[in-house]
């Protein structure tokens, strides 16, 4: 089991743009702490510390610690976060604090594995109608991917919701006969002869009668 991620924090009393242009000259960022039956908190952490842990493979579903100098530790994940459009750099981040046992929602991507075997049929085409599912569990447990064998995989046939698998305590937020990924079949468009308008069509063997009889 991975070691649990701790940041260092500072209690915020000043705010202002002039305040955070400061703090991110020093390689800081202005947070908000709310949630967890507390009252909201303003605090800076370093910009390195939120930014490797977005970096991460779990990204912003890492559950991480909060040591706010003064305030104690509390487990938090991101929330919301601010980027800048220019530098592409982490400038302000909101962080949810939760009680043991809390559950939240979480967004969590949908990756399809193996090698379907309906697609050896000719035409056959594998759609993945759905790539993240919304999931209500303990931070803790939400799973980095839902990973989906598609090997067994018929044309035709698809894979739902209710089909996947994943740990005890997570519920999945959508309906269980939404479907996740289908073989569907591409047959090629029959064309009809196209004909102009008014124009007889050719009678192939036929011989183009020609004017004139007997004078």
Do not use: W
Not at 77 to 97: E, P, S
Not at 138 to 154: C, Q, R, W, Y
């Amino acid at each position: 089991m991975a070691e649990k991620i701790v940041v260092k924090a500072e209690k915020r009393d000043t705010r202002g743009k002039n305040e955070n242009r400061r703090l991110r000259a020093v390689g800081k960022i202005p947070v908000v702490v709310y949630g967890g039956g507390s009252e909201s908190l303003a605090a800076t952490a370093e910009l390195k510390d939120l930014a490797a842990i977005i970096r991460s493979d779990s990204g912003i579903n890492t559950v991480f610690s909060l040591d706010i100098e003064g305030e104690g530790i509390n487990d938090v994940i991101f929330q919301d976060r601010q980027i800048d459009a220019v530098k592409g750099r982490l400038i302000h981040a909101d962080l949810r604090r939760f009680s043991k046992g809390e559950k939240i929602e979480m967004t969590v991507q949908i990756h399809l594995t193996g090698h379907a075997a309906g697609l050896q049929d000719a035409g056959a085409v594998l759609t993945q109608a759905l790539r993240e599912i919304k999931v209500l569990c303990e931070p803790k447990n939400t799973p980095e991917s839902i990973d989906v064998d598609v090997t067994n995989l018929a044309a035709g046939h698809s894979i739902h919701v209710s089909d996947l698998r994943v740990g005890a305590g997570i519920e999945m937020l959508e309906a269980p006969e939404t479907v996740v990924a289908t073989i569907v079949t591409v047959g090629e468009a029959v064309l009809e002869p196209q004909v102009e308008a008014g124009a007889e069509p050719e009678v192939i063997g036929e011989t183009p009668s020609q004017d004139g009889g007997e004078g």
